[in-house]
């Protein structure tokens, strides 16, 4: 997608939940694609930034194997 920024929070084999930063229209969505739909919400900024940062934080932890 042309100047905005999707970043995956969660994939499995049935799909994805996605957050995109909309450089374009400077807004922020949330969104759930299955293999049946897609369905897209609208966030905010500060809601945004909260997921970014758990994010952020969760990919730095090390788990036992």
């Given at each position: 997608?042309?100047?905005?920024?999707?970043t995956a929070l969660?994939?499995?084999?049935?799909g994805a939940l996605?957050?995109?930063?909309?450089?374009?229209?400077?807004?922020?969505?949330?969104?759930?694609?299955?293999?049946?739909?897609?369905?897209?919400?609208?966030?905010?900024?500060?809601?945004?930034?909260?997921?970014?940062?758990?994010?952020?934080?969760?990919?730095?932890?090390?788990?036992?194997?």
């Amino acid at each position: 997608m042309y100047g905005a920024t999707i970043t995956a929070l969660l994939e499995t084999t049935e799909g994805a939940l996605t957050v995109v930063k909309d450089e374009v229209t400077n807004s922020y969505s949330i969104g759930l694609r299955t293999v049946n739909k897609l369905e897209w919400k609208n966030i905010s900024e500060q809601l945004y930034l909260l997921l970014m940062s758990e994010l952020k934080e969760q990919e730095g932890m090390r788990f036992p194997s």
